[in-house]
């Protein structure tokens, strides 16, 4: 088992290398500089800004200055916010949209999970029909629309939950539920789908044939077996739920991470599109690495060996 | 293995309650924060919305107009600009010397917001760093005119005490320019980076100066109290402020709001007092909105050259440029795509620069182009371009029209609208990018049209001093030298007057035979409570200008 960690450390290291080095070389190609905006600097100042942050030396020693950086953590100053460096932004950012995400999560995952057993238990019933009918407006309604709706139904007409802003546990209310239904839609449908694929497999046959009573076979058959995808597709949707959604924390007005993602890129801020793809993908590399582990509690059959 | 399934279920399902049971957030702290600086019975906080973060607060290196707002709140220089008009700042009285190169400011006896003596060696201090290359600024030819100070900026010299800033004694600073510049103390006035910073601070916080609340201090009639990064700026009144007397509001909250809907609700509900920028989906809402121009100029800016030698001989024709310029109905385009409050431009300088006597406007009258479109005469000037090129309209070479993303996007999609319907043009085909891309694409000459947007507000000459041959960021191919000529004589002028009759020669020019076309004015419309006063919009400094502004509820 230890062996295994080990190796896919490794591995993982090795992604987060290509994804850096790809990344950097990809924006670096892009047209255009970082300090053409739209209060026009004259060709020989955004030259000088280009050599005062470096951006002048070949681009191979410019590489292996950022990676030495890398190596030690430090992502560097953003070229747009120019006093704040990407570190410290991740870390104000950050803890926002993986609350939100984590909020949203929370919301969508027990009842989407449920919601798919029962539609799976009940096929072709009113219960089956009623939560299809969720998962469809779930997944067909973008978060824009929902937020909006949300928004303007609760906030503004009722005045159950304030318009937007995060500063506090009645502001989550409606971002968690307008991030977290398209979430819930997704994992009722797999999870529908996977249940009833688990129900026609000769183990259910066999417990059933046992004499089980229902509930243990849903339980420690069904249930179990039908949890395989589920855990497969949530190390991914984790990852990208907690890295902030652009749609719902601009509706909302929640300094999350989101923006930094579509801003960055636009703006050519460099330092901070990298610095940002290279965390998410670490991010994400090690969400995977933990449902790779959680297989193995779920399916001893597919338990790494050692 | 049967129960470890079960645990698992178990700690999903209790995470999950704990996570939507969890009600503190980090956050809660810092809206109790904002309760106590802006809470107490009767106290005056004019709260209002922005869409976007300001991108640094270090006056020098300061770039976009969210921060120049925030600065001018809380600092002051030595002048400043209220109402576009020029006010003492800092410098109680100064003197300029007949030759115009010597300028001797007086300083008041004033604190930084801790208290500490703000002496003129602080101004020294700041003006220097600002034009130091080793601090980075972006906008360092506003101050070339300052004796030196462009070959210190460029490492030519390296000692600063050769530069033309120097403090006298502590209440006295004398700026000597290279050559008289009439507007200077509008220069000084309205912009955020002549505001002083305090040396001790920079040199203990170096990069990460002024990235915090906690990391600053100014001297304005305001104090940032609290910054929560793209949430919301607290400003409170700065106690220590030279007149504070003069202050109705105990604070100034900005908050961070990227969506107009949201900014909307949020007014209608009351949990914002002022909307400074009503996007233009929502005018409609606010019958009351009161609008003003935000101090630039747009015009439709051609590439001599052309992206092909045929696009170049087509686009350099004059009357090919009349005619597409004649073929726009300005004011339709300000009212259907523009920001609400947008004007249609008949001439390059705006209608609220002012010159010797009034505004450049009534002083120098000049119908330049309609304000609608005059088909027949885009279609004459139209048939005159092809009989000089040899062209047909059915054979015109493309033209590449490159576009921002976003509202110039919009501008070209109404351009070419026009175009096609009135003159039967399909040759011109818009390229949408990216900011930096985009301007990338001008600076190569990669366009043959091309909407430009340029600050303009300082001076009738700013507008017209960036198109002089060869001028930095003249990307036209038109390196014209009667109008660099023209220009010239009338900045050297030493009589006001003969001054700006120079620049309406130069501007009569310019329209005639450059490159460039009026286009509009662009504006903003805005919109405040009833119990909200005072709130000046300016085309010179901050767009926003709310320092005697008052709340009554």
Same mark, same amino acid.
């Given at each position: ?248 924390? !601009? ?14 890129? !636009? ?40 | ?553």
């Amino acid at each position: 088992m230890l062996k295994y960690i080990l190796k896919r450390l490794i591995i993982s290291l090795i992604t987060i290398w290509l994804l850096a080095t790809v990344s950097f070389f990809l924006l670096r190609s892009l047209p255009g500089n970082p300090f053409q905006t739209e209060v026009l600097l004259s060709a020989e100042v955004q030259q000088r800004m280009i050599s005062y942050y470096g951006l002048d030396r070949p681009l191979y020693e410019q590489y292996f200055t950022y990676l030495g950086n890398l190596v030690q953590g430090d992502l560097g100053y953003s070229l747009k916010y120019v006093n704040r460096s990407v570190n410290s932004i991740i870390a104000e950012s950050f803890p926002v949209s993986a609350e939100l995400g984590l909020r949203a999560l929370a919301f969508a995952l027990p009842i989407g999970l449920a919601l798919g057993v029962v539609a799976a238990r009940r096929r072709g019933k009113a219960a089956d029909y009623m939560s299809v009918l969720v998962a469809v407006i779930g997944i067909s309604v973008p978060s824009f629309i929902m937020g909006t709706l949300l928004q303007y139904g609760f906030s503004v007409k009722l005045g159950w939950f304030p318009v937007a802003q995060w500063k506090g546990w009645e502001y989550t209310v409606l971002p968690s539920i307008a991030m977290g239904l398209g979430l819930l839609a997704t994992l009722t449908r797999l999870m529908r789908a996977s249940m009833l694929e688990v129900t026609t497999q000769d183990y259910i046959k066999t417990a059933r044939a046992k004499g089980l009573n229902e509930r243990q076979i849903v339980w420690s058959h069904q249930l179990r077996n039908a949890m395989l995808p589920i855990v497969t597709v949530l190390g991914p949707l984790v990852a990208n739920v907690l890295m902030g959604t652009f749609v719902v924390e !601009q509706i909302f007005a929640i300094p999350g991470l989101g923006m930094h993602f579509v801003q960055s890129v !636009q703006s050519l801020d460099y330092t901070m599109a990298l610095g940002l793809t290279v965390f998410f993908g670490a991010f994400l590399v090690a969400a995977n690495f933990i449902v790779d582990l959680v297989y193995g509690v779920i399916d001893p059959r597919i338990r790494v060996a050692d | 293995m049967k129960k470890g399934f079960s645990k698992l279920v178990l700690a999903l399902t209790a995470s999950a309650m704990l996570l939507s049971a969890c009600t503190a957030t980090n956050n809660s702290s810092e809206s109790g924060n904002d309760k106590g600086s802006s809470g107490g019975a009767g106290s005056k906080v004019l709260t209002y919305a922005v869409n976007k973060e300001p991108g640094t607060l270090d006056s020098g290196k300061s770039q976009d107009d969210l921060a120049n707002e925030i600065l001018y709140h809380i600092s002051e220089g030595l002048v400043r600009t209220y109402d576009n008009k020029i006010e003492p700042g800092i410098a109680e009285t100064w003197d300029i010397s007949d030759d115009g190169l010597t300028y001797t400011f007086h300083l008041r006896q004033s604190t930084w917001s801790d208290g500490t003596p703000l002496t003129a060696k602080d101004f020294e201090y700041s003006l220097l760093r600002f034009i130091d290359p080793n601090t980075g600024s972006a906008f360092v030819e506003t101050l070339y005119d300052v004796a030196n100070a462009e070959a210190f900026n460029k490492g030519e010299i390296t000692d600063p005490a050769q530069v033309g800033i120097k403090a006298l004694d502590e209440y006295t600073l004398e700026i000597k320019l290279a050559r008289p510049v009439s507007f200077f103390l509008t220069v000084l006035a309205s912009n955020s980076y002549f505001y002083p910073v305090k040396q001790e601070l920079v040199e203990q916080h170096g990069d990460q100066y002024a990235a915090d609340a906690s990391k600053m201090i100014t001297n304005g009639p305001f104090k940032l109290e609290n910054w929560v990064h793209e949430s919301e700026l607290v400003l409170v009144k700065n106690e220590n402020y030279w007149d504070k007397d003069r202050i109705k509001l105990d604070g100034i909250t900005q908050l961070i709001i990227p969506d107009a809907n949201t900014m909307s609700s949020m007014f209608d509900s009351g949990q914002i007092d002022y909307i400074p920028d009503i996007a233009a989906q929502l005018i409609s809402k606010y019958p009351d909105a009161k609008s003003a121009l935000g101090g630039s100029s747009q015009m439709l800016q051609f590439n001599m050259d052309g992206t092909s030698p045929e696009a170049g001989k087509l686009i350099s024709n004059r009357n090919f440029r009349k005619a597409l310029s004649y073929a726009i109905d300005r004011t339709g385009v300000a009212n259907a795509v523009a920001a609400p409050g947008t004007q249609a431009a008949n001439r390059f300088i705006l209608p609220t620069t002012v010159a010797s006597a009034a505004t450049f406007h009534v002083q120098f009258p000049f119908q330049g182009i309609g304000s609608t479109a005059d088909v027949d005469l885009a279609k004459s000037y139209l048939n005159k371009a092809l009989e000089e090129t040899g062209m047909t309209l059915d054979n015109l070479p493309k033209l590449t029209y490159v576009a921002m993303e976003g509202r110039q996007k919009l501008y070209a999609e109404a351009l070419q609208d026009a175009w096609s319907t009135n003159l039967g043009l399909t040759n011109i085909e818009i390229t949408v990018m990216p900011t930096p891309q985009a301007i990338q694409a001008t600076m190569n000459r990669e366009y043959d049209i091309y909407v430009q947007s340029l600050d303009a507000s300082e001076d009738a000459s700013t507008i017209l001093g960036y198109w002089l041959a060869n001028g930095s960021i003249n990307w036209t191919g038109w390196n014209d030298e009667t109008f660099t000529n023209m220009y010239n004589t009338a900045m050297a002028q030493m009589d006001e007057g003969a001054r700006y009759s120079g620049l309406f020669e130069a501007e009569k020019y310019l329209f005639e035979n450059g490159p460039l076309e009026p286009f509009l004015y662009p504006g903003t419309s805005y919109i405040a409570k009833d119990y909200v006063s005072g709130i000046v919009r300016s085309p010179l400094g901050a767009a926003s200008q709310l320092l005697y502004a008052d709340v009554t509820k």
